[in-house]
Structures are given as structure tokens and as C-alpha cells.
């Protein structure tokens, strides 16, 4: 029963972690987006420069949504 709920306290550890690191960069990234009333994102306000995105990596899959076009028929 004790190696059981270790095995759970390691998962929900690793799953912290994740959400953490995900919370971590929405901030940053919405920290760059430029307001609407300023037209400057928070960044250059409080660094005096634009933003850079060079670090940001895509991680897991990218994803194509295709829509499936239906042919007009006349009745």
C-alpha cells in the first residue's frame, strides 16, 4: 500500500510541475502582447524595449483543422 501512494505523490508531482511551468509562460507571453489603451505591451513599459520571442519553442503537436467545403447544388 506505501509504494502505491508514492507512486501517486511522484505523478502528481511531475503533473505540478507541468501545469506550473504552463502558468509560468502564459504569463510571459501575455506580459508581451501589446495593450489596447497604451498600444505598448507591459514589458516595454517596465523595460523601456520591445519584447523578443526568439526562446519560445512550440512544444507538442501542431495541429491542422481542415473544414470539409460543401458543394453548392442547385435544386
Known amino acids: 500500500m506505501e509504494r502505491n501512494h508514492e507512486f501517486y505523490v511522484d505523478k502528481f508531482k511531475i503533473i505540478l510541475e507541468l501545469v506550473r511551468g504552463a502558468i509560468l509562460s502564459a504569463n510571459c507571453i501575455l506580459n508581451k ?30 495541429e491542422k483543422i481542415t473544414t470539409l467545403l460543401l458543394k453548392k447544388v442547385k435544386i
Open 33 to 62: 502582447i501589446p495593450h489596447k489603451k497604451l498600444e505598448k505591451t507591459f514589458y516595454e513599459l517596465w523595460d523601456g524595449q520591445r519584447p523578443s520571442y526568439k526562446y519560445i519553442k512550440v512544444v507538442g503537436f501542431l
